[in-house]
């Protein structure tokens, strides 16, 4: 099977042309089933998941501050950030709730008699994010869909728009001077 296959759909890796990357990088019985943890490989950190059996893994910082995600609440194929709740799916590592805005790269993992073997690219292990590319925009002259607000609500949808094809003017209506970002660490005690 070619390494880009898995996950299946993985625009990514129509150019990735890095070099391979295989790894062994822990005993299998050092992540028993039910249980997770992370491991570096070449500076990067990867979580790795055994679930029930079958292992997963995943880039082991949260796309959102760079929370580690060994302490999330992992199920049914999700972890979920223990900071502010972004939640991936750890096989594809597509972003599936917010407030995190890019995906993360999720890795082959196999049992290499009895050490965790992990498979992926340079180019792949070279980044803590997947970030998807936008489809080509084309001319349209249709009339605007008009986002009320400024927040993470608005950037979210204007990103999912777009990422699903939306060619269509969007104005963003807002008494903010600035486009939407997240405001997350503007509530936050940590300003020092």
């Given at each position: 099977?070619?390494?880009?296959?898995?996950?299946?759909?993985?625009?990514?890796?129509?150019?990735?042309?890095?070099?391979?990357?295989?790894?062994?990088?822990?005993?299998?019985?050092?992540?028993?089933?039910?249980?997770?943890?992370?491991?570096?490989?070449?500076?990067?950190?990867?979580?790795?998941?055994?679930?029930?059996?079958?292992?997963?893994?995943?880039?082991?910082?949260?796309s959102h501050?760079?929370?580690?995600?060994?302490?999330?609440?992992?199920?049914?194929?999700?972890?979920?950030?223990?900071?502010?709740?972004?939640?991936?799916?750890?096989?594809?590592?597509?972003?599936?709730?917010?407030?995190?805005?890019?995906?993360?790269?999720?890795?082959?993992?196999?049992?290499?008699?009895?050490?965790?073997?992990?498979?992926?690219?340079?180019?792949?292990?070279?980044?803590?994010?997947?970030?998807?590319?936008?489809?080509?925009?084309?001319?349209c002259d249709?009339?605007?869909?008009?986002?009320?607000?400024?927040?993470?609500?608005?950037?979210?949808?204007?990103?999912?728009?777009?990422?699903?094809?939306?060619?269509?003017?969007?104005?963003?209506?807002?008494?903010?001077?600035?486009?939407?970002?997240?405001?997350?660490?503007?509530?936050?005690?940590?300003?020092?």
């Open positions: 099977m070619p390494l880009c296959s898995y996950p299946p759909e993985e625009p990514e890796c129509e150019n990735d042309d890095s070099p391979l990357v295989e790894e062994a990088i822990a005993n299998i019985e050092d992540v028993p089933p039910g249980t997770k943890k992370t491991f570096e490989v070449r500076g990067r950190k990867i979580l790795v998941i055994n679930d029930e059996g079958r292992l997963l893994a995943i880039n082991g910082l949260c501050y760079n929370f580690p995600l060994e302490n999330g609440i992992y199920a049914k194929g999700r972890i979920r950030c223990p900071l502010h709740g972004a939640c991936f799916n750890v096989r594809t590592g597509d972003i599936e709730d917010y407030p995190g805005f890019d995906s993360l790269h999720s890795y082959q993992v196999s049992n290499q008699n009895g050490k965790i073997g992990i498979k992926t690219t340079e180019k792949k292990l070279g980044s803590d994010r997947k970030v998807r590319a936008l489809p080509k925009m084309k001319k249709d009339r605007p869909v008009v986002v009320i607000g400024g927040g993470i609500a608005a950037s979210t949808f204007i990103e999912h728009s777009r990422l699903n094809g939306l060619v269509t003017p969007i104005v963003v209506i807002s008494e903010e001077s600035f486009p939407p970002y997240d405001r997350v660490l503007l509530s936050k005690e940590n300003f020092g």
